[in-house]
């Protein structure tokens, strides 16, 4: 069953007088209990797309310029500002990148876990929250979370802090979790205790996830399906298996096989994507990859849309074919 | 000079501890161990890459060896010569033959030099060359950092994060220095344009016969470019062998664990069985082994006794560990 659904999403940024797209024509589904990785480099728009699912872009420089997304069969664009504080934080769990930022530094922690409820679970007793808040710490793997209740965000390390945002993005149970970067602050061996963590509590809960990530290596270990997304654009969509064995499109197989894990000779020139990234708003008519593309024609003055290179895998390359000889 | 078997750089028991002050008059002192009691060579050509967490000490390790850090104790031996006896003039002088490339080419480059005054900097300090020369020594430069012609008369605000990291490379090599210090010089890239990068280093490398410290958290680029790779912890070195005994054959539990927990890009891969907690503060490092409270191998006696950095094999190079039970990892751990 389909839980979101984004159709032809367009973001744009206004700035000095001009208005230039960032996201451009993005679609995307999730399934309920899926798990999916929106993968790009730095300005592809994939945290703009996050932002745009619970309409917290920042307003007037990032607005939705067009397209669709709907939740749970409802119209996200269509709702009013009560409708949103329904979705936010009850329906839909969000985590960052940087937890110190996105928590309070002058509220202890059990404080903030129970705000949560306070504002979904209103129905529930002052004492059903601190309850509940206590085994969501331990949930997350806090040593004696009754202690810690009226600790501060400071008095934690950044793993536990971010075991802190997950808490308190599950207090509702959603039924989707998004996870923007949310292990790309982290040293790898504390990386590895949190996305351990994630992959449990979506086993149990089964929400879905979105996982937003630029490391190829995290998808790997997080998600059944993954979109690449490329200068405002997915240009890619697999299961994982499928993308990293069967890779489509020419960017994705940069991508790829520019990654020095999976270079096997050390010491050796990697295969580098050559140019630079654009951003949506840099692109020009036709396929937005094309610049920078090895397999470029004359066709792809025309942008190709998403075409079916098997069930579950699309690619927006006119030569896809040519990958699979 | 030094002939060519004594390794470029020497580094005995070098030892930098920052003193944090606390109180109302600031009058308790507490010492972050920064670096404690660290030794290794390294050999002409050669790169060695420095690994490990956060606050283990590896970039304070690179400026100390720099000088950018006063060293409080310990010796490093470059080129013959002692450069924790050199005076400050000395030691700017001697900066030439040792440079550094930072990880934010954001933050070390002036906005407001154009690219060609940036990378003529280094060369008008040194007092290299008249006017004419510096100038074509920077379009040389500017051509074999891979920068567009035009560069010259532009500023850093005006390329993006690929590109200026080869601006910070090419005021690197302006003098041409025998070594150099690359601080996360990759990290802060995204995948396509780290892969320009580590490419433009390696065909350096080659070309200007230049030895390097490659400090990176990131161990797949780290065993990409080094030939010998040290794994740090909490200010010391754990672990050091030649990179493919590294990622195939460590036998401190750290650099195991460490190298187990990077995500691998590929079908049916999962996040390794967590060895729980944080890293303990350098301000108080745990007594004996350092790594005892978070090593599911460790008993009572790591927890008194520290280890020595203790040479277990010269096979196929030398490689070295201070573990205690280092004889028994492979069997124990995964």
New interface residues.
């Given amino acids: 069953m389909t839980l979101l659904s984004i159709e032809d999403l367009r973001v744009d940024l206004h700035a000095g007088g001009e208005r230039r797209p960032v996201v451009d024509g993005l679609s995307l589904q999730l399934d309920a209990g899926d798990t999916v990785g929106l993968v790009g480099e730095s300005g592809s728009g994939k945290s703009v797309t996050a932002l745009s699912l619970l309409r917290l872009l920042p307003q007037p420089a990032l607005n939705i310029g067009g397209g669709r997304i709907r939740f749970d069969g409802r119209d996200v664009l269509a709702m009013n500002s009560r409708e949103l504080q329904q979705l936010r934080g009850n329906e839909i769990g969000m985590i960052f990148q940087d937890p110190m930022t996105a928590l309070n530094p002058v509220q202890p922690i059990g404080r903030q876990i129970e705000e949560v409820m306070e504002l979904h679970r209103p129905q529930w007793t002052a004492r059903q929250r601190r309850q509940r808040t206590i085994e969501l710490l331990g949930r997350i793997g806090m040593p004696s979370p009754a202690e810690r209740l009226n600790a501060y965000p400071h008095q934690f390390s950044g793993g536990m802090r971010q075991r802190v945002m997950i808490a308190m993005a599950l207090a509702c149970e959603p039924k989707l979790l998004i996870a923007d970067e949310p292990t790309t602050a982290l040293d790898v061996t504390v990386q590895s205790q949190v996305l351990n963590l994630i992959r449990e509590l979506q086993q149990q809960s089964g929400m879905a996830v979105l996982f937003i990530t630029h490391d190829l290596g995290v998808v790997a270990q997080i998600c059944r399906r993954v979109a690449v997304m490329y200068a405002g654009r997915v240009v890619e969509e697999a299961t994982t298996a499928a993308l990293l064995t069967r890779p489509s499109h020419p960017y994705s197989r940069g991508l790829l096989a520019s990654l020095p894990a999976l270079n096997p000779s050390p010491q050796t020139p990697l295969p580098a994507i050559a140019g630079q990234s654009i951003a949506a708003g840099q692109a020009g008519p036709g396929c937005r990859f094309a610049p920078r593309c090895a397999w470029r024609i004359t066709q792809c003055e025309a942008e190709p849309d998403l075409l079916t290179v098997s069930a579950e895998h699309r690619a927006a390359c006119w030569r896809w074919e040519l990958f699979h000889e | 000079m030094s002939d060519r078997t004594e390794p470029l750089l020497q580094v005995r028991k070098l030892r930098k501890y920052f003193v944090q002050r606390s109180g109302v008059f600031r009058q308790h002192k507490r010492y972050v161990h920064a670096v404690d009691d660290v030794s290794f060579d390294i050999p002409r050509g050669e790169t060695l890459g420095l690994v490990g967490?956060?606050g283990c000490g590896k970039s304070t390790l690179g400026r100390t060896l720099l000088r950018l850090y006063q060293p409080d104790a310990g010796s490093i031996h470059f080129q013959g010569q002692e450069l924790t006896a050199l005076s400050g003039g000395e030691m700017r002088r001697m900066r030439r033959h040792l440079q550094m490339v930072f990880q934010d080419p954001y933050d070390s480059l002036n906005p407001r030099h154009s690219v060609g005054n940036i990378i003529e900097e280094p060369l008008l300090v040194h007092g290299m060359g008249d006017r004419r020369e510096r100038q074509a020594r920077v379009r040389a430069l500017i051509d074999q950092v891979g920068l567009p012609a035009d560069s010259v008369d532009r500023y850093p605000h005006e390329f993006?994060?690929?590109?200026r990291q080869r601006i910070g490379i090419a005021r690197a090599i302006a003098c041409n220095p025998a070594f150099i210090v690359c601080d996360e010089a990759v990290s802060a890239l995204?995948?396509?344009?780290?892969?320009?990068i580590?490419?433009l280093l390696?065909?350096l490398r080659q070309s200007m016969e230049l030895t390097l410290l490659f400090i990176s958290?990131d161990?797949?680029?780290v065993?990409?470019?080094?030939?010998r790779v040290a794994v740090m912890y909490l200010g010391q070195i754990v672990e050091i062998a030649p990179?493919?005994t590294i990622y195939e054959n460590a036998r401190h539990p750290y650099t195991r664990?460490?190298i187990?927990?990077?995500?691998?890009?590929?079908?049916?891969?999962?996040?390794?069985?967590?060895?729980?907690g944080?890293?303990p503060s350098p301000l108080a490092p745990p007594s004996g082994c350092r790594f005892h409270t978070r090593c599911p191998m460790a008993t009572e006696r790591c927890a008194h006794e520290a280890p020595l950095l203790e040479l277990i094999t010269t096979d196929g190079g030398e490689h070295r560990a201070a573990c205690h039970y280092w004889r028994e990892t492979p069997g124990r751990l995964p």
């Fill in positions: 967490e956060s993006s994060g690929g590109q995204d995948v396509s344009i780290q892969a320009q580590v490419n390696l065909d958290h161990l797949s680029v065993r990409h470019l080094s030939d990179a493919a664990y460490l187990a927990a990077i995500p691998q890009p590929r079908v049916d891969s999962t996040p390794p069985p967590a060895v729980g944080d890293i």
